[in-house]
């Protein structure tokens, strides 16, 4: 079996307000709390220094962008290295004069920088318009291997593609962070809603079963305005959940408050589970060419 | 909008037992029953004709092979013909001397061969000791445009595999077709069984999702007893379902009696939720060519 230890890791779900320096202290308390309830990966969740500013298409907005590494950055490689944990910092990346990206730091347990990913599918919808504001990503998809564990990276819109769960387990990954911003438009809050949140529940599950991995969303939460007239803003549905190898649900956060949620990942479990069903023996590699396609028409 | 017309499937969950004849006249009058209540569409269960005599490895068993077009074909055909309706057919492949695959056929409404699947990802774990039998498939994945609609087939150990459902849905399928022969062990079927059941129902919804299609998974029932010695037979869960492109479960059978099971499958439905969540749009399609490795070392 493997010799790896199993490890704690800690969701941040977190409201996110105006103040980006409020925002940026919240993520530093809960990381430091979390820490100090033994977790060894801490996820925030995602561009958690600001509103989810995407309502709208504003070019004043960028101002919100800081640099990787940065000031977000910083101020969690202090807590990294100090408390000895490893931690995934969202980051509203300014690259070059304009080129933005929405990426994410991996600090390491020392403080350094394991390294960065850049959001690879960027979604545009009603009060979603992300293309607008960030280039698709240009690293590919990303394992780390950290002081605590191999873990993958991905961010949102990626969680409704097996093929980037899929590139990223592939590097070995043992557990795939998604950190995240989703919510319901106020217009169908009522009668889509439920519905939403289960296939967004159940895509991710399935990405655990397929992979043999573990899954942590990290969400949001909250109702944030949105840009005025028909817009009723957004309310985040939190929901923050981590599942085992086989889908299984081992842990949730409530959808309407803030919540440090913690779980173990235990690598010997991987194992376990992928003997038993050996989907990555199998695997038709030599039938897969299409999947570059955009469509089989 | 589509302009295609929403058309009723039925999905056949049938025990089946040691006379091959018994059991294609339960298919046969099944699919019977089915077209007289307006089904445009029946599946059958995975190698609906004999038992699961995947137990154990015995090469005489190879016995039980035919053809493709055969027995099977032929007394489905006529039914296919004379009620008008689309017949997924799973069958024992007879290909050559000594070559052998586990196969399905689709009769279209006219009776006439559409085409044919060769199962392409054949799993073998204790009890389930497919590659000794049938060979992989080598006509990759299929959706066939049928006088019903658009269905994509694809058999049983299939469903772990995201890149099946994908590459069959590329191609235009409204409907995934799994039909399969899974169940449990009687070792651990207290202890595993819901898991395991709950991950396959997971990952099937799960495709759907990610894909906007219907998904139909088609499994027999029953306990079939084992090789001997240690041997506990394998109690088949059946659980046949059909879900919608959002994953929600429209209609879903016992673990442990025969039914067929009725749904609709609406064109119109998948391009409204493929609207609202664009899944397909944003495909990274330039950052994909790894699928086709089997690790990432």
Redesign the interface.
Known sequence: MSDARPYKVALVQMACGDDAQANLKTAVACTQEAAGKGAKVVCLPELFRTRYFCQKEDAKIFDLAETLPGESTQALAKVAKAKKVVVVVPVFEKRAPGLYHNSLAVLDADGSLAGTYRK????D?PQFYEKFYFA?GDL??KTFATRAGKIGTLIC?DQ????????TA???AEILFYPTAIGWLSADKNT?GP??R??WR??Q???A??NGVYVAAVNRVGHEPGGGGKNGGLTFWGSTFLCDP???VLAEAPADKEAILYGEVDPARIEEVRR?????R???????????????D
């Open positions: 690879m599918h960027i979604p919808d698709p590919g998809f819109w409704w593609y097996p093929e980037a769960a899929r590139l592939l590097q070995g889509e519905a939403q289960e296939a159940t895509v599950r399935g990405h079963v397929a086989q889908g299984v038993g069903w050996p989907f990555l199998d695997r038709r590699v030599d039938a897969f060419q299409d999947l570059t396609r955009r469509f089989i």
